[in-house]
Protein backbone atom coordinates (compact mmCIF):
# COMPACT_ATOMS: atom_id res chain seq x y z
CA UNK A 1 0.00 0.00 0.00
CA UNK A 2 1.28 3.42 -1.21
CA UNK A 3 0.93 7.28 0.56
CA UNK A 4 1.57 10.01 -0.87
CA UNK A 5 2.98 12.42 2.02
CA UNK A 6 6.17 14.40 -0.09
CA UNK A 7 6.65 15.24 -3.90
CA UNK A 8 9.50 12.66 -4.14
CA UNK A 9 7.56 9.87 -3.03
CA UNK A 10 7.26 8.70 -6.80
CA UNK A 11 10.36 8.75 -8.81
CA UNK A 12 10.36 10.77 -12.15
CA UNK A 13 9.51 8.02 -14.04
CA UNK A 14 6.61 7.41 -11.74
CA UNK A 15 5.59 10.83 -12.18
CA UNK A 16 5.73 10.27 -16.08
CA UNK A 17 3.09 8.02 -15.74
CA UNK A 18 0.63 10.03 -13.73
CA UNK A 19 1.27 12.37 -15.67
CA UNK A 20 0.23 10.51 -19.03
CA UNK A 21 -2.83 9.09 -17.19
CA UNK A 22 -3.56 12.79 -16.26
CA UNK A 23 -3.55 14.30 -19.70
CA UNK A 24 -5.67 10.77 -21.26
CA UNK A 25 -8.24 11.44 -18.26
CA UNK A 26 -8.36 14.78 -19.97
CA UNK A 27 -8.74 13.58 -23.60
CA UNK A 28 -10.98 11.14 -22.65
CA UNK A 29 -12.77 11.66 -19.44
CA UNK A 30 -16.13 9.38 -20.06
CA UNK A 31 -13.65 6.41 -20.32
CA UNK A 32 -12.49 6.89 -16.65
CA UNK A 33 -16.22 7.86 -15.11
CA UNK A 34 -16.92 4.61 -13.29
CA UNK A 35 -13.08 3.47 -13.03
CA UNK A 36 -14.35 4.30 -8.97
CA UNK A 37 -17.30 2.95 -8.54
CA UNK A 38 -18.02 1.71 -5.21
CA UNK A 39 -15.24 2.87 -3.88
CA UNK A 40 -15.41 5.81 -1.20
CA UNK A 41 -12.95 8.74 -0.27
CA UNK A 42 -12.60 10.51 2.76
CA UNK A 43 -11.40 13.85 3.10
CA UNK A 44 -9.92 14.99 6.65
CA UNK A 45 -9.78 18.71 6.36
CA UNK A 46 -8.20 20.12 10.08
CA UNK A 47 -7.66 23.65 8.12
CA UNK A 48 -9.69 25.81 6.22
CA UNK A 49 -9.59 25.03 1.67
CA UNK A 50 -12.01 25.51 -1.20
CA UNK A 51 -10.07 24.57 -3.91
CA UNK A 52 -7.55 21.50 -2.46
CA UNK A 53 -11.05 19.87 -0.74
CA UNK A 54 -13.20 20.26 -3.42
CA UNK A 55 -11.12 19.60 -6.43
CA UNK A 56 -10.80 16.15 -4.21
CA UNK A 57 -14.23 15.98 -4.17
CA UNK A 58 -14.97 16.35 -8.03
CA UNK A 59 -11.77 14.21 -9.37
CA UNK A 60 -13.35 11.25 -7.38
CA UNK A 61 -16.79 12.20 -8.24
CA UNK A 62 -15.87 11.88 -11.70
CA UNK A 63 -14.46 8.99 -11.50
CA UNK A 64 -17.75 7.63 -10.11
CA UNK A 65 -16.92 6.78 -6.27
CA UNK A 66 -18.12 9.04 -3.14
CA UNK A 67 -16.86 10.94 -0.91
CA UNK A 68 -17.30 11.68 3.02
CA UNK A 69 -15.54 13.81 5.23
CA UNK A 70 -15.53 17.22 7.66
CA UNK A 71 -14.41 20.49 6.22
CA UNK A 72 -13.75 21.66 9.85
CA UNK A 73 -11.67 20.00 12.55
CA UNK A 74 -14.17 21.73 14.94
CA UNK A 75 -16.56 19.74 13.71
CA UNK A 76 -14.67 16.27 14.10
CA UNK A 77 -13.77 14.25 17.04
CA UNK A 78 -10.66 16.29 16.70
CA UNK A 79 -12.21 19.06 19.36
CA UNK A 80 -12.89 16.02 21.74
CA UNK A 81 -9.33 15.39 21.72
CA UNK A 82 -9.21 12.40 19.18
CA UNK A 83 -5.88 12.07 18.04
CA UNK A 84 -5.13 11.70 13.91
CA UNK A 85 -3.95 7.85 14.72
CA UNK A 86 -7.06 6.83 15.91
CA UNK A 87 -9.36 9.11 13.31
CA UNK A 88 -7.40 7.68 10.51
CA UNK A 89 -8.02 4.17 12.03
CA UNK A 90 -11.77 4.70 12.03
CA UNK A 91 -11.64 6.15 8.45
CA UNK A 92 -10.15 3.01 7.39
CA UNK A 93 -13.12 1.42 8.50
CA UNK A 94 -15.22 3.43 6.23
CA UNK A 95 -13.36 4.57 2.94
CA UNK A 96 -10.83 3.77 0.44
CA UNK A 97 -8.36 6.25 0.26
CA UNK A 98 -8.18 9.49 2.29
CA UNK A 99 -7.05 12.82 2.05
CA UNK A 100 -5.95 14.71 4.75
CA UNK A 101 -5.13 18.62 5.59
CA UNK A 102 -3.83 19.33 9.19
CA UNK A 103 -2.04 22.73 10.46
CA UNK A 104 0.61 20.68 12.07
CA UNK A 105 3.82 19.56 10.47
CA UNK A 106 3.63 15.93 9.60
CA UNK A 107 0.34 14.87 10.83
CA UNK A 108 -0.57 13.09 7.37
CA UNK A 109 2.35 10.72 7.68
CA UNK A 110 1.69 9.88 11.73
CA UNK A 111 -1.45 9.15 10.05
CA UNK A 112 -0.41 7.08 7.41
CA UNK A 113 1.99 5.12 9.65
CA UNK A 114 -1.50 3.81 11.57
CA UNK A 115 -3.61 3.43 8.32
CA UNK A 116 -5.36 0.54 6.27
CA UNK A 117 -6.20 2.71 3.31
CA UNK A 118 -3.95 5.08 1.44
CA UNK A 119 -3.11 8.44 2.97
CA UNK A 120 -2.59 11.44 0.68
CA UNK A 121 -1.25 14.58 2.69
CA UNK A 122 -3.29 17.42 1.02
CA UNK A 123 -1.22 20.33 2.88
CA UNK A 124 0.80 19.98 6.38
CA UNK A 125 1.08 23.27 7.92
CA UNK A 126 3.90 25.24 6.22
CA UNK A 127 5.83 21.92 5.26
CA UNK A 128 4.42 20.03 1.61
CA UNK A 129 1.56 20.40 -0.45
CA UNK A 130 1.97 17.38 -2.86
CA UNK A 131 -0.83 17.09 -4.44
CA UNK A 132 -0.34 20.61 -5.52
CA UNK A 133 2.70 20.34 -6.89
CA UNK A 134 1.89 17.22 -9.12
CA UNK A 135 -0.76 19.98 -10.08
CA UNK A 136 2.06 22.03 -11.30
CA UNK A 137 3.88 19.98 -13.25
CA UNK A 138 1.30 18.45 -14.99
CA UNK A 139 0.23 22.07 -15.91
CA UNK A 140 3.98 23.28 -17.24
CA UNK A 141 4.55 19.34 -18.62
CA UNK A 142 1.34 19.86 -20.73
CA UNK A 143 1.72 23.48 -21.73
CA UNK A 144 5.02 23.73 -22.53
CA UNK A 145 5.62 19.69 -23.15
CA UNK A 146 8.67 19.40 -21.04
CA UNK A 147 10.19 19.56 -17.16
CA UNK A 148 13.80 20.28 -17.65
CA UNK A 149 15.43 23.15 -18.60
CA UNK A 150 13.55 26.33 -17.11
CA UNK A 151 14.44 29.03 -15.05
CA UNK A 152 11.65 29.58 -12.56
CA UNK A 153 10.91 32.45 -10.71
CA UNK A 154 8.78 32.15 -7.80
CA UNK A 155 7.73 35.26 -5.51
CA UNK A 156 5.98 36.34 -2.78
CA UNK A 157 5.70 34.16 0.52
CA UNK A 158 8.60 32.07 0.17
CA UNK A 159 8.75 31.75 3.97
CA UNK A 160 6.01 29.84 4.80
CA UNK A 161 4.31 28.94 1.30
CA UNK A 162 4.07 25.27 1.25
CA UNK A 163 3.62 25.10 -2.40
CA UNK A 164 6.93 26.59 -3.17
CA UNK A 165 8.68 24.40 -0.76
CA UNK A 166 7.49 21.47 -2.79
CA UNK A 167 7.58 22.42 -5.74
CA UNK A 168 11.67 23.37 -5.82
CA UNK A 169 12.08 20.05 -4.05
CA UNK A 170 9.78 18.59 -6.83
CA UNK A 171 11.84 20.31 -9.99
CA UNK A 172 15.38 19.97 -8.65
CA UNK A 173 15.11 15.78 -9.91
CA UNK A 174 14.55 17.80 -13.47
CA UNK A 175 18.19 18.39 -15.28
CA UNK A 176 19.02 22.35 -16.29
CA UNK A 177 16.56 24.00 -13.69
CA UNK A 178 17.35 27.18 -12.00
CA UNK A 179 15.52 29.02 -9.30
CA UNK A 180 14.87 32.91 -9.18
CA UNK A 181 14.10 33.16 -5.38
CA UNK A 182 11.90 37.04 -5.34
CA UNK A 183 11.14 37.73 -1.86
CA UNK A 184 11.43 40.48 0.53
CA UNK A 185 13.98 39.73 3.18
CA UNK A 186 11.87 38.89 5.96
CA UNK A 187 10.12 35.74 3.56
CA UNK A 188 13.05 34.13 1.88
CA UNK A 189 13.14 30.86 0.99
CA UNK A 190 14.31 28.65 4.51
CA UNK A 191 17.73 27.90 4.88
CA UNK A 192 17.51 24.05 4.38
CA UNK A 193 16.36 24.31 1.08
CA UNK A 194 19.19 26.62 -0.01
CA UNK A 195 21.40 23.91 1.45
CA UNK A 196 19.85 21.35 -0.51
CA UNK A 197 20.29 23.69 -3.40
CA UNK A 198 23.47 23.91 -2.69
CA UNK A 199 24.29 20.70 -2.21
CA UNK A 200 23.46 19.59 -5.74
CA UNK A 201 24.53 22.17 -7.02
CA UNK A 202 20.67 23.51 -8.58
CA UNK A 203 21.70 27.54 -9.52
CA UNK A 204 19.50 29.64 -7.73
CA UNK A 205 19.36 33.65 -7.13
CA UNK A 206 17.54 35.68 -4.40
CA UNK A 207 16.34 39.06 -5.55
CA UNK A 208 14.10 41.48 -4.09
CA UNK A 209 12.50 43.57 -6.86
CA UNK A 210 10.84 41.35 -9.16
CA UNK A 211 11.10 43.81 -12.59
CA UNK A 212 14.78 43.03 -12.16
CA UNK A 213 14.24 39.32 -13.38
CA UNK A 214 11.20 39.17 -15.25
CA UNK A 215 12.98 39.20 -18.64
CA UNK A 216 15.15 36.18 -18.07
CA UNK A 217 11.78 33.07 -16.76
CA UNK A 218 10.25 31.05 -18.11
CA UNK A 219 7.66 30.64 -15.88
CA UNK A 220 6.64 33.13 -12.51
CA UNK A 221 4.86 30.91 -9.63
CA UNK A 222 3.44 33.53 -8.02
CA UNK A 223 1.78 33.36 -4.60
CA UNK A 224 -0.08 34.69 -1.62
CA UNK A 225 1.70 35.88 1.64
CA UNK A 226 0.50 33.46 3.87
CA UNK A 227 -1.81 35.55 6.42
CA UNK A 228 -2.46 32.81 8.55
CA UNK A 229 1.30 31.38 9.82
CA UNK A 230 2.04 34.76 10.43
CA UNK A 231 2.89 35.37 14.57
CA UNK A 232 1.98 39.14 14.32
CA UNK A 233 -0.77 41.36 12.60
CA UNK A 234 1.83 44.02 11.58
CA UNK A 235 4.51 42.23 10.09
CA UNK A 236 1.44 40.79 7.80
CA UNK A 237 -0.04 44.19 6.34
CA UNK A 238 3.68 45.53 5.84
CA UNK A 239 4.29 42.59 3.70
CA UNK A 240 1.00 41.73 2.51
CA UNK A 241 1.46 43.92 -0.84
CA UNK A 242 4.49 43.82 -1.76
CA UNK A 243 4.59 42.44 -4.89
CA UNK A 244 2.03 43.37 -7.34
CA UNK A 245 1.73 41.53 -10.66
CA UNK A 246 0.31 43.91 -12.99
CA UNK A 247 -0.02 44.48 -17.07
CA UNK A 248 3.08 46.59 -17.00
CA UNK A 249 5.29 44.10 -15.51
CA UNK A 250 4.13 41.75 -17.66
CA UNK A 251 5.16 43.30 -20.43
CA UNK A 252 8.50 43.19 -19.14
CA UNK A 253 8.69 39.29 -19.63
CA UNK A 254 8.91 36.94 -22.64
CA UNK A 255 6.36 36.42 -25.12
CA UNK A 256 6.15 32.09 -24.00
CA UNK A 257 6.79 32.91 -20.27
CA UNK A 258 3.75 31.20 -18.00
CA UNK A 259 2.51 32.87 -15.00
CA UNK A 260 1.56 29.92 -12.52
CA UNK A 261 -0.17 30.71 -8.75
CA UNK A 262 -1.81 27.81 -6.50
CA UNK A 263 -4.46 30.50 -5.66
CA UNK A 264 -5.89 31.63 -3.74
CA UNK A 265 -5.04 34.82 -4.55
CA UNK A 266 -5.73 38.41 -2.95
CA UNK A 267 -3.57 40.88 -4.32
CA UNK A 268 -0.61 39.75 -5.82
CA UNK A 269 -1.81 39.70 -9.23
CA UNK A 270 -3.81 42.19 -10.46
CA UNK A 271 -7.11 40.58 -12.10
CA UNK A 272 -6.17 42.34 -15.10
CA UNK A 273 -3.80 39.97 -16.18
CA UNK A 274 -6.26 37.03 -16.41
CA UNK A 275 -6.82 38.13 -19.62
CA UNK A 276 -3.14 37.94 -20.67
CA UNK A 277 -2.53 34.43 -22.90
CA UNK A 278 0.50 33.72 -20.48
CA UNK A 279 -1.81 33.64 -17.22
CA UNK A 280 -2.01 30.00 -16.60
CA UNK A 281 -3.91 29.99 -13.09
CA UNK A 282 -7.16 28.84 -14.18
CA UNK A 283 -6.22 26.19 -16.19
CA UNK A 284 -3.77 25.15 -13.47
CA UNK A 285 -6.87 24.30 -11.34
CA UNK A 286 -7.99 22.80 -13.82
CA UNK A 287 -5.20 20.28 -14.08
CA UNK A 288 -5.32 20.02 -10.47
CA UNK A 289 -8.40 17.76 -10.82
CA UNK A 290 -7.40 15.64 -13.90
CA UNK A 291 -3.54 14.81 -11.67
CA UNK A 292 -6.33 13.82 -8.43
CA UNK A 293 -7.98 11.82 -10.32
CA UNK A 294 -4.83 9.87 -11.75
CA UNK A 295 -3.22 9.98 -8.23
CA UNK A 296 -6.62 8.08 -6.83
CA UNK A 297 -6.49 6.13 -9.19
CA UNK A 298 -3.08 5.05 -8.77
CA UNK A 299 -2.72 4.92 -5.34
CA UNK A 300 -5.81 2.53 -5.68
CA UNK A 301 -4.39 0.18 -8.11
CA UNK A 302 -6.51 1.18 -10.43
CA UNK A 303 -4.34 2.36 -13.35
CA UNK A 304 -3.24 -0.20 -15.50
C1 LIG B 1 -2.36 26.67 -1.27
C2 LIG B 1 -2.22 26.07 0.10
O1 LIG B 1 -3.21 25.65 0.70
O2 LIG B 1 -1.08 26.00 0.57
N1 LIG B 1 -3.65 26.61 -1.77
C3 LIG B 1 -4.03 25.52 -2.48
O3 LIG B 1 -4.03 24.43 -2.00
N2 LIG B 1 -4.33 25.71 -3.77
C4 LIG B 1 -1.82 28.01 -1.39
C5 LIG B 1 -2.28 29.06 -0.44
O4 LIG B 1 -3.14 28.83 0.42
O5 LIG B 1 -1.78 30.18 -0.57
Known amino acids: MRHLMNPLDFSVEELDRLFDLANEIEKNPAKYAHVCDGKILATCFYEPSTRTRLSFESAMTRL ?21 SDT ?25 EKSRIPVINAGDGGHYHPTQTLTDLLTIRSLKGHLDG ?19 NALVRYPGTRFIFISPEELKVPDYITEMLREKNVPYEEVIRLENVMPQLDMLYMTRVQKERFFNEEDYVRLKDFYVLDTAKMELAREDMLVLHPLPRVNEISVEVDDDPRAAYFRQAQYGVYVRMALIMTLLGLAS
Open 64 to 84: GGRVIGFADANSSSAAKGESV
Open 88 to 112: IRVISCYADICAMRHPKEGAPMVAS
Open 150 to 168: FTIGLCGDLKFGRTVHSLI
